[in-house]
């Protein structure tokens, strides 16, 4: 029998904690796993979402775990030396470590993705990557597993990851099963940079204005020299202003701006991909598909499917 151990740690994420119970301590699934949550003081755990859950197992049951989850948290503190070490002696035992969602700030507080691949939810993976340097983390993908290590993206991103451990556990078929109960996906495609939105850059007056000129006239080719005349500016300072208002250089900037449009044109409306490319300024079908894959990791076809509006019409 498998063990499975979630720490909730105040104030706990309900949703994450509640994917690994669903899925490992449903009732379906009791031949195969038990299911136990703990806490470093037992009782009542606030939740983010305005209750409280109850934990009656101390940290010490991490010590008997197959498996250790931590789902997300608020605020993203060091959870302690106590969480800390318990988690860090789970791993040396060999026991599977996994987060879900933020959660994985535990994980690295611990030192447990220091030179690993991680994930977290893409609005918290700056930050981090920010605190923790030694972390290698990868805010495009659903989930990261580095054999004994693993850490799920934003949230539902945590069904990905549960999905695919009682895979690696039991096979695609009893996954399969889990998948069906919980009329879940099996295998999402794409990963969570398809859920990013990239706003505006919050500059000064004369840069926000070329900004918008440029979303106005993105179905045509746009050079740097345009932005900067446009914004009377020299490219060189152009690009210094993008970089610090953006992170980003200007035709970086104008390219997400053109995929943003793509996004938006694939959920509301029936137009072709062709038509689609043209009128942001990416040219061909193929060159829309190379830039979503490269920035969202799927396809205009598995976009539109996986976002579109429940009724759509093509635009005049």
């Given at each position: 029998?498998?063990?499975?151990?979630?720490?909730?740690?105040?104030?706990v994420?309900?949703f994450?904690?509640?994917?690994?119970?669903?899925?490992?301590?449903?009732?379906?699934?009791?031949?195969?796993?038990?299911?136990?949550?703990?806490?470093?003081?037992?009782?009542?755990i606030?939740?983010?979402?305005?209750?409280?859950?109850?934990?009656d197992?101390?940290?010490?049951?991490?010590?008997?775990?197959?498996?250790?989850?931590?789902?997300?948290?608020?605020?993203?503190?060091?959870?302690?030396?106590?969480v800390?070490?318990?988690?860090?002696?789970?791993?040396?035992?060999?026991?599977?470590?996994?987060?879900?969602?933020?959660?994985?700030?535990?994980?690295?507080?611990?030192?447990?993705?220091?030179?690993?691949?991680?994930?977290?939810?893409?609005e918290?993976?700056?930050?981090?990557?920010?605190?923790?340097?030694?972390?290698?983390?990868?805010?495009?993908?659903?989930?990261?597993?580095?054999?004994?290590?693993?850490?799920?993206?934003?949230?539902?991103?945590?069904?990905?990851?549960?999905l695919?451990?009682?895979?690696?556990?039991?096979?695609?078929?009893?996954?399969?099963?889990?998948?069906r109960?919980?009329?879940?996906?099996?295998?999402?495609?794409?990963?969570?940079?398809q859920?990013?939105q990239?706003?505006?850059?919050?500059?000064?007056?004369s840069?926000?204005?070329?900004?918008?000129?440029?979303?106005?006239?993105?179905?045509?080719?746009?050079?740097?020299?345009?932005?900067?005349?446009h914004?009377?500016?020299?490219?060189?300072?152009?690009?210094?202003?993008?970089?610090?208002e953006?992170?980003?250089?200007?035709?970086?900037?104008?390219?997400?701006?053109?995929?943003?449009?793509?996004?938006?044109?694939?959920?509301?409306?029936?137009?072709?991909?062709?038509?689609?490319?043209?009128?942001?300024?990416?040219g061909?079908?193929?060159?829309?598909?190379l830039?979503?894959?490269?920035?969202?990791?799927?396809?205009?076809?598995?976009?539109?499917?996986?976002?579109?509006?429940?009724?759509?019409?093509?635009?005049?």
């Amino acid at each position: 029998m498998h063990r499975v151990v979630a720490v909730a740690l105040p104030e706990v994420v309900a949703f994450d904690l509640s994917i690994p119970a669903q899925i490992f301590g449903h009732v379906s699934e009791r031949h195969r796993y038990t299911f136990t949550v703990c806490a470093q003081r037992p009782g009542l755990i606030d939740t983010t979402t305005g209750f409280a859950i109850r934990a009656d197992a101390p940290l010490d049951a991490v010590r008997r775990a197959d498996t250790v989850i931590v789902p997300g948290f608020m605020p993203l503190h060091d959870p302690g030396a106590s969480v800390g070490a318990a988690l860090r002696d789970a791993a040396q035992r060999g026991a599977r470590i996994a987060s879900v969602c933020i959660g994985a700030f535990a994980l690295a507080a611990a030192g447990l993705l220091d030179g690993r691949q991680a994930t977290t939810h893409w609005e918290h993976a700056d930050e981090l990557a920010a605190r923790y340097p030694a972390v290698r983390v990868n805010a495009g993908v659903l989930y990261v597993d580095e054999g004994q290590i693993l850490t799920s993206a934003g949230v539902a991103a945590g069904i990905d990851l549960c999905l695919h451990m009682v895979r690696t556990d039991h096979g695609a078929a009893a996954a399969g099963d889990v998948a069906r109960r919980m009329v879940a996906a099996m295998h999402r495609t794409g990963g969570q940079a398809q859920f990013m939105q990239r706003p505006l850059p919050s500059g000064g007056q004369s840069l926000a204005g070329t900004c918008d000129w440029a979303i106005r006239e993105m179905h045509r080719p746009i050079t740097v020299s345009e932005l900067a005349a446009h914004a009377h500016f020299s490219p060189r300072t152009l690009a210094r202003r993008f970089l610090d208002e953006t992170g980003m250089a200007p035709m970086r900037w104008l390219t997400l701006q053109r995929l943003l449009e793509a996004r938006r044109l694939l959920e509301a409306t029936d137009l072709p991909v062709e038509d689609i490319a043209q009128r942001c300024g990416l040219g061909t079908a193929g060159n829309l598909r190379l830039h979503l894959a490269r920035e969202a990791a799927t396809t205009p076809t598995a976009y539109r499917r996986a976002f579109r509006a429940g009724t759509t019409t093509s635009p005049a």
